[in-house]
């Protein structure tokens, strides 16, 4: 074999080795780009997911402030001031309804003496019946709340150990099971979490526990490509209700009967308020006195 053929044979080799490797080189990037442990990583992606959690947590502690305000805190300020002015309260607001439905009397009377009709008072007493029976109604509704106040206050109070747990343990459920911190949950969850506030409302600690045995936190989404978009959503679907909420305990503040709060507190406070009442009462009963003789009078 010539030196020209030998040459021209190592030159052939050599290209062969050179696409080898090209190939060689091509399938390891090929395999670095599709490999598992080289998936692109978001930066935030952590911070965002710590970010969300932490407001989920505090969504669940709002959570439990407003229903300990509305279920527990609110609950026991109204027993205390049906107990100390509750009964002076309905009797000065059973004496307003009773003036206003006497100065409505002597007008449904006078304009039948103006159309010189003839004065039926059964007939009278029914259309009055009709037209103050909302008055009525809020005045059961005041009966139904000294009831509820009288059977709250013979109740049994937890400890303060035993209030503690429940505390905790309805703030757990709160995470796991409420539907503003979970959307996606059951119907029966929704149905368990229910239990939960009737248990909560009560102080029925048994039941809390049970319930807190079959929960868990539900948690957030593994990072993927998805997982991003899901977690910013999810942060301004919390902004949102943690606004919300701020709000509705707010509110809870500034109406009774957490207003009554400080004269409840006060016992100088609490005599001025109940002073207040006796006059208020005093006066309508002056005025019923005044209504029920000008009809008198119209009568004869």
Excluded: W
Excluded at 264 to 275: I, N, P, R, S
Aim: net charge negative.
């Amino acid at each position: 074999m010539d030196e020209k053929e030998i040459r021209k044979r190592l030159a052939g080799r050599a290209a062969e080795y050179m696409m080898f490797r090209d190939d060689e080189e091509n399938a390891e990037t090929t395999a670095e780009i599709s490999s598992p442990s080289n998936v692109i990583v978001f930066p935030d992606f952590e911070k965002l997911k710590s970010e969300v959690e932490k407001m989920r947590t505090e969504l669940s502690m709002l959570l439990l402030e407003r229903d300990e305000l509305q279920f527990v805190i609110c609950k026991n300020i109204e027993t205390e001031y049906m107990l100390k002015l509750g009964s002076i309260e309905y009797k000065a607001y059973e004496a307003q309804c009773a003036a206003l439905r006497l100065k409505r009397k002597i007008e449904l009377i006078q304009a039948k003496k103006n159309r010189q009709e003839k004065v039926i008072i059964s007939a009278i007493e029914e259309t009055l019946d009709n037209e103050f029976a909302e008055y009525q109604k809020q005045l059961n509704e005041q009966i139904d709340k000294m009831n509820d106040a009288l059977k709250r206050s013979k109740a049994e109070v937890l400890s303060d150990e035993d209030n503690k747990e429940l505390k905790k343990l309805y703030r757990k459920i709160v995470k796991a099971l409420h539907p503003d911190i979970n959307p996606d949950v059951s119907e029966a969850q929704v149905q368990l979490f229910d239990n939960a506030v009737s248990a909560y409302k009560s102080g029925d600690l048994g039941t809390l526990r049970i319930i807190g045995e079959m929960v868990g936190n539900n948690p957030l989404p593994e990072q993927h490509k998805d997982a991003m978009t899901q977690l910013v959503e999810e942060r301004e679907r919390l902004q949102g209700l943690l606004k919300s909420i701020r709000e509705s305990i707010d509110n809870i503040k500034s109406e009774y009967p957490y207003t009554m709060k400080d004269i409840l507190q006060d016992t100088e406070k609490t005599e001025q308020k109940k002073q207040e009442l006796e006059n208020i009462l005093e006066q309508y009963n002056e005025l019923i006195s005044i209504y029920k003789s000008r009809i008198e009078e119209m009568l004869r």
